[in-house]
């Protein structure tokens, strides 16, 4: 099995900035790939940023100049610093990996989400 865990989500005023986390962990040989997701209420899942590699990374318009993702010098570990945050980035953050598991098997793996407000 594998686990992802985010952390760092909170209630941020306009213009702030908040720092996720997310931490894979179980029967994982290796990962491929890590992204975070967004859902805002009534709205899609949509991708807010993927990794392949320090070089290979890819943002929603609507996040670009604002958010950063990054790997952690701790295996499997992604983090997405945002800032100057606007009520519409309000949203569960959700963290994705795909994952190659001990077993030889492909996963897209989803942690739980962790709920970031922006508000006055």
């Known amino acids: 099995q594998v686990q992802l865990v985010e952390s760092g989500g909170g209630l941020v005023r306009p213009g702030g900035s908040l720092r996720l986390s997310c931490a894979a962990s179980g029967t994982i040989l290796s990962i491929n790939a890590m992204a975070w997701y967004r859902q805002a209420p009534g709205k899609q899942r949509e991708l807010v940023a993927r990794m392949i590699s320090p070089g290979n990374t890819s943002y929603a318009d609507s996040v670009k100049g604002r958010f950063t993702i990054s790997r952690g010098n701790a295996k499997n570990t992604v983090f997405l610093q945002m800032n100057s945050l606007k009520s519409e980035d309000t949203a569960v953050y959700y963290c994705?990996?795909?994952?190659?598991?001990?077993?030889?098997?492909?996963?897209?793996?989803w942690g739980k989400g962790t709920l970031v407000t922006v508000s006055s």
């Open positions: 994705n990996a795909a994952v190659l598991t001990t077993d030889g098997y492909g996963m897209d793996s």
